[in-house]
DNA sequence: GCGGCGGAGTTGTCGGACAACTGGTACGCT
DNA sequence: AGCGTACCAGTTGTCCGACAACTCCGCCGC
């Protein structure tokens, strides 16, 4: 438990204390123990714990109360946060079933103009590739390509991925992904994808194509992925209002 | 610039941050000086300002770097960004689009099963209701449904209210939005939405169920958009990779 | 030329202190 | 008895100072 202090404390007890509310220890309304109580327990400073409990705030878990307590939002689980950048194979695991691959291929290809220009490399130029089909309890659900540059992740690496986390590769070569910017676009399955996911031609798709990038800004991996859209539920959770319209 | 001060110190500067951020004083790669510095120049411990900036750096506007400093994340302006609440107006003023309403209908309807559930009323109960499509340069672009409690906005109060800014109506009663939990759908638009957005049957369209709460957990708004698909590009900021895959 | 060393600068954590605010209780007045 | 006020314990908000951990870069010795 005490191994997770890969980035900081105050990110590991965030993680835990986000890890405990989600597991119900605390349910929405109620008011989890004051800063002294939890830094106490931990064995770490108020401040640390404070900084924690920061970050679950910003990110719309607890809200604190001046002079009151800090309280658990009220927020359903969601059942695929979108806000939260994911491997697909958790995504089809947390809905109780169990993930499997087909029709893998990888290699290097001629980049397409899209991905070139999001992982800087010249239009055409070779680039690591993976496409696979994913399933859930053996039904077809999501065709995910991605691509990255070949200096990050060489094509002969790729068929051996355990278990499908590109991310967990990429993270030990150093290029931990940071953040994504993902472009959703519904769209209706056409005769190659509808055959790829086996559904009828037409069938309801949400794509998205995602761009992640390294703490420093370098775009690591570019990935798109079409997910039948009636296999899953896409939640997301919005804050604000923004400064948009104030 | 001091009546920012409706939460506490570390909001404000934290708001004040990302302003400045947002508006380019620093470019995404950027060193921002240095946590000392910056409370040095507000006239605030370091403490409040390294709060605020641990708020922007768990909101993926910024990351930090032990030993060497604190960067501004890369990320692209964003024309949509669905990980901030927003209303329908300004998003469509953003794309440079002048907004409009047709098809308004307002008043108090018996509540719909998912709604009475959200907003905590009897099924069936009167709630207040409206309904318009709204348009992009006179080209129907979305059809929004909005209901709330009838105790929250009366029914007889919204047809009047300001280029449709139910939030800001809600906000002025003590009702201010804190955050939104959305769910995604992509479908073919049957018949009555087809007419309603004129366009053919079957047109893609992005389906968004929200429910709006106020910082104590009570649901003040529950809304069902629908998105015109090609009319709009849908972005989000993805974090993480977040505790599901280690 | 090159590699190791060290120092300046920056973020991370700690401990303590007090202010600001909330909620409840006890008290005193009516 | 009822009610309002004052007080008090508990909690979050802000401040300060200090040191640890780490990065980056230039200097120095080889």
Redesign the interface.
Known sequence: MTETRRR?L?HSLA?EL??RILAGEWR??DRIPSEPELARREAVSR?SM??AI??L????VV?RR?GSGTYV????A?PH???????V???IR?TGMAPGTVEETSGAVPAPPAVADALGVPEGAPVSSLRRVRTADGRRVVDVSDWCRIEHLAPEDLPELPEG?I??ALAERGLA????????????ADGDLARRLDVPRGT???TID?VD?A???VAVLVSREHYV?DAF?????????????R
């Open positions: 900081s105050r993680e986000r890890t929405p309304g401040s404070r900084a920061t970050m705030e910003e990110d719309g809200s001046h939002t009220y927020r359903p969601l946060d979108l806000g939260r950048n994911f491997g194979s958790s995504l947390s986390s991310y967990a992904v940071d953040h994504g910017v993902a472009d959703l676009t519904p769209r209706n309801l798709v949400l995602q990038r703490a420093d800004g859209a539920t896409f939640c997301l959770v919005r804050r604000g209002p923004g400064e948009g319209e």
